[in-house]
């Protein structure tokens, strides 16, 4: 497996501003995803994190509001932008270490007043 | 694309008791299903998976079984523990498909002492 860090853990944010999590991985890895989970619910991926070219983004997802970053191939960031109540959601980042399993990491807590 | 519908949505069980969760797949291409499980406050974590080519595979207490014909699978728990208690989702995936894992909506399951 891999240890995957996120920050923030958790932030309160005003609605109309910007929130961007941070994905830290401790090994190189090709493919990293971004997921939402909001309050009770299942999981949605909300795009895949590509190194060196633009996110590919999942249906009902785009990228002027989920902007992503990947910088290189242990980090990512994921922007919500321009927050709104309904953006209230766990962010969680995962990692596919090549052999087709998912791992996790402890997800940011975001809540929009 | 791929539905995964997932039962019962909350399971009590007394602790040594069994628990089963089943969830059926539609796309006959999925070939990976993984289950996590998500306690509170936490990311889901990777608990145990099969592929298309197996029928059944076990870890200590836990089992998973798959039945591509009828395009269901299902967790098994046996001599359950308080510990055990947390939110389960079933995923399925096409291997080598970019990653894409869709979820069921979960299971609480709960084991009272």
């Known amino acids: 497996s891999a240890v995957i860090s996120q920050k923030p853990s958790r932030d309160i944010c005003q609605r109309g501003t910007s929130l961007t999590i941070q994905c830290q991985v401790d090994?190189?890895?090709?493919?990293m995803f971004w997921y939402r989970q909001q309050p009770g619910q299942s999981l949605t991926l909300i795009a895949t994190a590509n190194q060196g070219s633009e996110a590919t983004y999942e249906s009902g997802f785009v990228i002027d509001k989920f902007p992503i970053s990947r910088p290189n191939l242990t980090f990512s960031t994921l922007t919500v932008s321009n927050l709104s109540p309904e953006d209230s959601s766990i962010y969680l980042c995962s990692v596919d270490l090549g052999a087709g399993e998912q791992y996790f990491g402890p997800g940011t807590r975001l809540t929009v007043t | 694309g791929e539905n995964v519908e997932q039962h019962p949505s909350t399971l009590s069980v007394q602790e040594g008791d069994s628990a089963v969760i089943k969830c059926t797949y539609s796309?006959?291409?999925?070939?990976?299903f993984p289950w996590y499980k998500q306690e509170l406050g936490k990311g889901p974590q990777l608990i145990i998976d099969i592929r298309s080519n197996v029928g059944e595979k076990k870890d200590q207490r836990i089992a998973v079984t798959l039945n591509k014909t009828a395009k269901h699978f299902s967790l098994h728990i046996t001599e359950t523990q308080p510990e055990d208690s947390a939110v389960y989702f079933c995923?399925?995936?096409?291997?080598?498909?970019?990653?894409?894992?869709?979820f069921g909506k979960g299971t609480k399951l709960s084991v009272k002492p």
């Open positions: 090994s190189q890895v090709t493919m």
């Open positions: 995923a399925a995936s096409i291997r080598g498909s970019q990653g894409n894992l869709i």
């Open positions: 796309d006959s291409a999925s070939n990976y």
